[in-house]
């Protein structure tokens, strides 16, 4: 059998244990929402950064090359010349940094590593192009170094739309992943608000039922101490009743053992 003691631990423990699992799953949820939200940061919104830096850097490129027409021979050399040396490394740079970017975060989910290679497939692309915007680029250097007046310039119009056209779709794609992955982050905070609401209401509930086991074992104290008074004051006609087989059940048979002895 168990104590009266030991029964009392017991329920303070079963108590302790209710809270000591809701605390659990409550760090829990808050570790995982704020993984999501790492995600995101580190993922998608990086990404729109690197992607808005790339198109700055696309259309700075562009509008120097748009500028050429109405720029004497020595400012469109010398425009060309620093096109040459600067756009190319930057442009290059940018595409770097979003497969970078993508591909530390394709190994999270099938999610991430699908958009991973959707954002390797539209740089290859802008890449490509790029690199024929640098070849046009430099054939257009030579015709001014040779004095002869620029052509190749329109070349450049249909590749800057297909640049255009490409990063407008990377951009497109890359924002409906941070979208899709913010309205699956507001889901997650709903969710783990009501299991917490659920979880806490429950831990009450589970804590009043064991208060009142506590509270149902401890409730033979009065009547015992009633009795005890009753005897000292030398009334030997009252009763007591315990049931059970505890600490206090023996005490009250060992009360009444007392009076009748008297």
């Known amino acids: 059998r168990l104590s009266l003691a030991t029964k009392i631990f017991l329920v303070f423990t079963a108590q302790l244990l209710v809270f000591v699992i809701l605390a659990v799953v409550g760090v829990r949820q808050i570790r995982a ?5 790492r995600r995101i940061k580190e993922g998608k919104i990086a990404l729109a950064r690197r992607a808005a830096r790339l198109e700055a850097q696309q259309s700075n490129r562009f509008r120097d090359l748009s500028s050429l027409t109405d720029s004497d021979p020595r400012t469109q050399a010398v425009l060309l010349s620093i096109g040459i040396k600067y756009f190319p490394r930057r442009i290059q740079d940018g595409l770097d940094a979003l497969r970078k970017v993508a591909s530390a975060q394709a190994s999270d989910s099938s999610e991430a590593a699908e958009l991973a290679r959707q954002v390797e497939y539209y740089a290859d692309r802008l890449q490509r192009i790029h690199e024929q915007v640098t070849q046009v680029t430099y054939e257009s250097l030579e015709q001014v170094r040779a004095g002869v007046p ?6 450049i119009e249909p590749l800057e739309s297909a640049a255009e056209t490409e990063l407008y779709q990377l951009d497109g794609l890359i924002g409906a992943a941070r979208d899709q992955a913010v309205r699956r982050a507001e889901e997650d905070e709903r969710r783990a ?28 104290v009065g009547p015992l101490v009633r009795y005890a008074r009753a005897i000292s004051r030398g009334d030997y006609e009252q009763e007591v009743k315990v049931r059970g087989d505890d600490e206090l059940a023996s005490l009250a048979e060992e009360l009444e053992l007392m009076a009748r002895s008297r």
Do not use: C, F, K, Y
């Not at 620029?150 to 070349?155: E, I, K, Y």
């Open 193 to 220: 608000v009501w299991s917490m609401v659920v979880m806490t209401s429950l831990a009450l509930v589970v804590g009043i039922l064991l208060t009142l086991i506590a509270a149902r074992a401890l409730s033979p």
């Open 33 to 37: 929402g704020a993984e999501e939200l």
């Open 150 to 155: 620029l052509t190749n310039l329109q070349r």
